[in-house]
Nanobody, 120 residues
């Protein structure tokens, strides 16, 4: 079994910052891509940022220059540093991690979601 536990969401004023964390645990052999998605009310879930095992990153155009994704291999954790937050960043944020488990199977796993609310 693999578990993802997210933390760090909350309420912040526009222009503020938050840092999200997502820790993976369980029967992990290796971790490939780690990413963050978000879903606002009435909208589809969208990719925010992704980082591969080599450290290469990709960002949605809407967050470039404001958000930074990083990972700690030793802790099996991915982070999303969010600066200069805007009301349109309000959404539930989900981490997504591609994991090969100790049984040799590779799957994408989702975190439970954490609410980020940015007030104007």
């Amino acid at each position: 079994q693999v578990q993802l536990v997210e933390s760090g969401g909350g309420l912040v004023q526009a222009g503020g910052s938050l840092r999200l964390s997502c820790a993976a645990s369980g029967s992990i052999f290796s971790i490939n891509d780690m990413g963050w998605y978000r879903q606002a009310p009435g909208k589809q879930r969208e990719l925010v940022a992704v980082i591969n095992s080599g450290g290469s990153t990709n960002y949605a155009d809407s967050v470039k220059g404001r958000f930074t994704i990083s990972r700690d291999h030793a802790k099996n954790t991915v982070y999303l540093q969010m600066n200069s937050l805007k009301p349109e960043d309000t959404a539930v944020y989900y981490c997504n991690v591609r994991i090969r488990n100790t049984y040799g199977y590779t799957n994408n796993y989702w975190g439970q979601g954490t609410q980020v609310t940015v007030s104007s």
